[in-house]
């Protein structure tokens, strides 16, 4: 099992690829299954107006399911709000997977640079990125006859 509160497997998990792939439906069955929760990374920009409970919640929730990674407006507010969000849950063991259309390249230029460029390193150690290739299971399903 890749979300492992072990320390010896990654604690944070980043499924990369094209739209359709199943990133979302893969985040909200790790999600249901861990009792965790699921939350699009455009809402960790209101984080500083969650209560206190909120953010606790999110750090400490069995497992945080980070959907559409890349696709929010990237500003100050956001940028602290993920690394705190991580790293509290990267320091405490709490899995965390990520689901993200960008490439890992993108991705680390988009989310690990910077001040933010330490949580790099705490992926490097516990983290694992997980590519999704093939045909969009969009395009399948569309073809389906009703």
Do not use: Y
Not at 85 to 93: D, E
């Amino acid at each position: 099992e890749l979300l492992s509160p072990d320390p010896r497997r990654p604690s944070v998990v980043i499924l990369g690829g094209p739209r359709g792939r199943g990133k979302t439906t893969a985040l909200a069955f790790a999600a249901h299954a861990r009792r965790g929760r699921l939350v699009e990374a455009q809402d960790l920009f209101r984080l500083s107006s969650f209560s206190a409970d909120d953010w606790r919640d999110l750090q400490e929730t069995p497992l945080l399911a980070l959907d559409e990674a890349g696709a929010e407006f990237l500003g100050e507010n956001l940028q602290g709000n993920f690394f705190s969000v991580l790293n509290a849950r990267i320091q405490n063991l709490r899995p965390t997977a990520i689901a993200t259309n960008l490439s890992p390249a993108d991705f680390k230029a988009r989310f690990l640079r910077g001040a933010m460029e330490r949580l790099d390193d705490r992926f490097r150690a516990c983290g694992k990125w997980v590519s999704l290739p093939g045909e969009s299971l969009r395009q399948h399903w569309s073809e389906r006859e009703p």
